[in-house]
């Protein structure tokens, strides 16, 4: 019985040492981190540079900053005038973008493996060798502050902004990643020549690099390049959390574009990668995602709501679960109504197969979209950069098998509570 017991134990650790062989990983000596997920089923590679900054990491004067800077560094380099890194990535074939939101910052190349170098090379100047000219400020204020009028003139965003506004009273999440067309326009060039220096640095980076390549080369090309910066210490951000909040709160405003009801409703939730979070994915599974789900049969197909969404900001701390909704004005008690009854039926009805089949939903789901090596990236750079863990993208698959059923009536009697929530409705103005 010893022997088989010692068995057991040396098969898990040869599957643990397996998985964590998954990855190449590199500690360059200025601080930046190299992962590197080689895969010989695909032509296509995905080179990601991640920083740990978004607009939560802002000072108030420097609202918009983090993403302000996103629009600043595409204007050129020291090696590629404004518009060659665009040019040089499409003849090649490949795709160029990046991202901004409230905890981190990426770009990323989308290429077929024989141009990898060249992606990095490009990737490499525009994040650590970007010109950040006094002419381009102004110009990118300006498309900016549009971006942002823009955005008020779609119901969702003055939505989610104003359920953000709600339900965050201390921590930075209540401010948008966008900014304020107030702080915006006071940005000086010294300001976001200090706001790249501190973040846009070695010290807190991540190379993510998936698809047909050698990591060994990956690491000697990355030394030449990034890995010849210099990594300086990090500003320590104080990062507020939220107090706990008890009871209801609940906004209503009105505007007079829209025709149809939109609303939001949110619960605190378990951080991304904490062991409730796995089994709050499970029930959103059950709850809301396609056309299998309760949500979908109940609401949408019954006619109550005209689209739905449901699921987890993804945030580290601070998190929320929300369900939002369009629907006709005159129905809004009506679809609150069955929102909270569809909650208690599914707590007290639920089965050990119903949580078994959306854990498979998942994982294959995952699967499926790990095919794109984007997907991977993403999922790698995410859980390093924000969950803080790459055992997230590691044991992602593992840690959804483990949810039971009463992992998941935990989560609704931790979290899901009739008496605590927030809610925002926004509803057509009277005429």
Avoid: C
Avoid at 234 to 257: A, C, F, N, Q, W
Wanted: glycine letters at 4%; a negative charge; zero cysteines.
């Amino acid at each position: 019985m010893r022997r088989f017991a010692l068995f057991i134990l040396l098969e898990v650790v040869l599957m643990t040492l397996a998985v964590a062989q998954e990855l190449y990983i590199r500690d360059l000596p200025n601080g930046a981190k190299l992962i590197v997920k080689p895969r010989d089923d695909t032509s296509a590679v995905a080179l990601h540079v991640w920083f740990r900054v978004g607009s939560v990491f802002e000072r108030y004067d420097e609202k918009g900053m983090a993403h302000f800077l996103e629009h600043m560094l595409f204007n050129g380099s020291e090696k590629y005038p404004y518009g060659e890194i665009d040019r040089i990535v499409e003849s090649l074939g490949g795709n160029i973008n990046a991202g901004t939101s409230k905890d981190f910052t990426y770009y990323h190349v989308e290429i077929a493996y024989p141009y990898w170098k060249e992606a990095l090379e490009v990737l490499y100047q525009l994040t650590m060798k970007p010109l950040l000219r006094e002419e381009f400020l102004e110009k990118e204020k300006s498309i900016v502050i549009e971006e942002l009028h823009r955005s008020k003139d779609n119901p969702t965003t003055v939505l989610w902004e104003t359920f953000e506004k709600t339900a965050y009273k201390v921590s930075p999440y209540r401010f948008p990643v966008i900014g304020f067309e107030e702080t915006i326009r006071k940005f000086t060039s010294r300001m976001v020549r200090d706001f790249y220096r501190n973040f846009y640095q070695p010290r807190n980076m991540a190379l993510v690099v998936v698809g047909r390549v050698d990591p060994a080369e990956v690491e000697e090309v990355v030394a030449e390049t990034f890995g010849r910066e210099e990594g300086r210490p990090v500003p320590k951000v104080d990062i507020p959390s939220e107090p706990e909040r008890v009871g209801v709160r609940s906004e209503r405003i009105e505007d007079p574009r829209i025709e149809k009801a939109y609303w939001m409703i949110g619960w605190n939730a378990p951080a991304i990668a904490k062991t409730d979070y796995y089994a709050l994915l499970v029930l959103d599974e059950i709850l809301g995602s396609g056309r299998t789900s309760i949500f979908y049969r109940e609401l949408r197909e019954k006619g109550f709501v005209y689209s739905y969404f449901s699921g987890d900001l993804g945030r580290p701390r601070d998190n929320f679960f929300v369900v939002s909704a369009t629907f006709d004005p005159a129905r809004y008690e009506e679809v609150k109504r069955r929102i909270f009854e569809i909650l208690r039926e599914t707590y007290e009805t639920l089965t050990d197969e119903m949580v078994e089949n959306a854990k498979e939903r998942i994982v294959n789901g995952r699967i499926f979209e790990e095919e794109k090596v984007e997907s991977e990236a993403y999922d790698i750079g995410y859980s390093y950069t924000v969950a803080r863990d790459l055992n997230f993208y590691r044991y992602f698959e593992k840690n959804v098998r483990r949810v039971r059923r009463v992992d998941v009536l935990r989560v609704f009697e931790r979290y899901l509570r009739e008496d605590s929530y927030v809610e925002v409705l926004m509803l057509p103005a009277r005429r």
